[in-house]
């Protein structure tokens, strides 16, 4: 499968670590030495993940009217019958496509794109719209001292083609899933009851060593499969979650200072949206025929990921 | 691919229309006439899709610990981190299994088996896990003259396997959704906001008219596909929405009384577990080497989908 197009939409608001000093009793420094975030986006009142969800696809090149299915992922959905992936249908008045939404929280980015490349194998469709969002400020408890600070708000869009195209980008070389629930506190690492206590990390510890140990997992399965080694690959992008997360996965992978990227520091933790963003970001820049990029991606409940590309 | 398994949880709690009168304002006479529902299942304090989830999983008769992909769904999500689809994979030991967390609204479970599907497909999965639940308790509003009155909560569990085996206990002969956003009020017709207003449906009408003319479409897809006639399907299982709606396509399919199934009366909509819900609890009744039933959904946003599957 190829990547045909990405976009991403941040909103405007950045909110600087100072903010928290009164409202969870954390400094710039204590935030910024533990977690590498100086800044973290906010959506504007009105927005929400179904309305930055559009605004990431309206920001594509690429004509989606023809895709004939589309994926969205989110764990802070602003709604879930009126999904992000039923919104954006109607917006861009998409009349034949397979639609669901799904979440397997930061990590499911990943899971929505194994998805359509079931779709793609079936034979089910050929052309889809993937399409990852968070909110977290909507869910999230700012004074709570354990995560309030951690998160940001964003959203991206990828088109996928099942056949190599003018468009075409990036070759999808492999896809991998995982549900660890079973392993450390699992659903009690992270979780989010939406009508309850919302977004919390009671257990930031066991978080914090897992995502390391099964994002790297994660990306020596993509790799180990196609027998590539972490030196043959070009970049890598983590799930954004603590840049002392992606410090340890850089050392474990060998990897140095701007071969692993990352947007943290600016938009803390944008959730499962938060690879794809780093990705388009970084576009231009690291675009090069044969240049291969790895995303690994661990989230709350707990799952991980990866995706191994290489660009045309 | 094969059903293997089925099995489902409904609370003890059956709310009976005279609750309404002073809640909402409906008579009991008016309710009945207008959707069929005598009493709807409520769920008690402390359950919730996770814990009825794990309750219809616990009622199979199948060791679930080797599945190797677990699909969960529901629109109501007690958790969207720590999801359905964790919690089960905790709870049963599930240690090597891609797991994941679907909406599209009351058609989700369809959503569901054709994701596995293209697992079987891809041959990333052989043996997986669905499981459909819904708390409407929880989300919708009881003093919502509209809506307040039409949900009941619930649960089931399906066990999928690509290859036939000896529990095998129908194939699936064809799968079908679609995405319906474009159509009438789409996105506007039934919505879900978990941390506003809840679940709400202020265009019945719109609903009502689309869930007929589409849930006939879908059904009519699989079989055209399988070249089937209508009067060729033994059993039709259509979405728990509204028992008016349920005998609107009965006419359409040229279906009698006792050849189209139905639980709305005792349960309510039970949302995207509905026809499952339905299915297991008519399994003992129905089965029959060579019957065939014809499951088809509608969903708020709007979505459709239908499922073709023969006793073996």
């Keep these: 499968m190829f990547l045909d197009d990405i976009a991403h939409y941040v909103p405007a608001e950045a909110v600087p670590n100072s903010y928290f000093a009164t409202v969870n009793g954390l400094s710039d420094e204590w935030i910024n030495t533990r977690t590498g975030i100086k800044t973290r986006s906010r959506a ?13 696809v309206r920001r594509l090149h690429t004509d989606v009217t023809d895709v004939d299915l589309i994926v969205a992922a989110s764990y802070t959905p602003h709604d879930t019958v009126a999904t992000i992936a039923h919104v954006v249908q109607r917006e861009f008045s998409i009349e034949n496509a397979a639609a669901v939404f799904i979440s397997s929280a930061c990590s499911s980015l990943i899971n929505a794109i194994e998805i359509v490349e079931g779709y793609f194998a079936m034979g089910k469709a050929s052309k889809a719209l993937v399409i990852a969002a968070e909110h977290n400020w909507a869910f999230s408890n700012e004074s709570d001292e354990k995560s309030g600070h951690l998160w940001g708000d964003g959203a991206s869009a990828l088109v996928l083609s099942k056949n190599k195209n003018a468009a075409s980008k990036a070759e999808i070389l492999d896809i991998y899933t995982r549900g ?14 939406p009508h309850k206590e919302g977004l919390m990390m009671p257990n930031g510890r066991d978080v914090f060593i897992n995502a390391i140990t099964y994002m790297e997992e994660a990306l020596f399965t993509v790799l180990d499969r196609n027998q590539l080694t972490s030196d043959e690959l070009d970049y890598v992008i983590p799930h954004q979650a603590n840049q002392r997360i992606i410090n340890n996965l850089a ?6 200072n701007g071969t692993i990227l990352s947007n943290i520091d600016r938009l803390g933790n944008t959730g499962c949206a938060s690879t794809a963003i780093c990705l388009s970001e970084n576009l231009e820049t690291i675009y090069k025929p044969g240049v291969t990029v790895g995303l690994t991606v661990f989230g709350g409940g707990y799952s991980s990921g990866a995706l191994l590309l290489k660009f045309l």
Tied chains: 1, 2.
Excluded at 44 to 56: Q, R, S
Excluded at 251 to 256: A, E, G, P, Q
Aim: hydrophobic fraction near 40%.
């Design 44 to 56: 504007a009142v009105g927005e929400n993940t179904n309305t930055m969800a559009i605004e990431a």
């Design 180 to 193: 660890l629930a079973h392993v450390g506190q699992g659903p009690e690492g992270v979780y989010l009851t």
């Design 251 to 256: 050392n474990r992978m060998n990897k140095v």
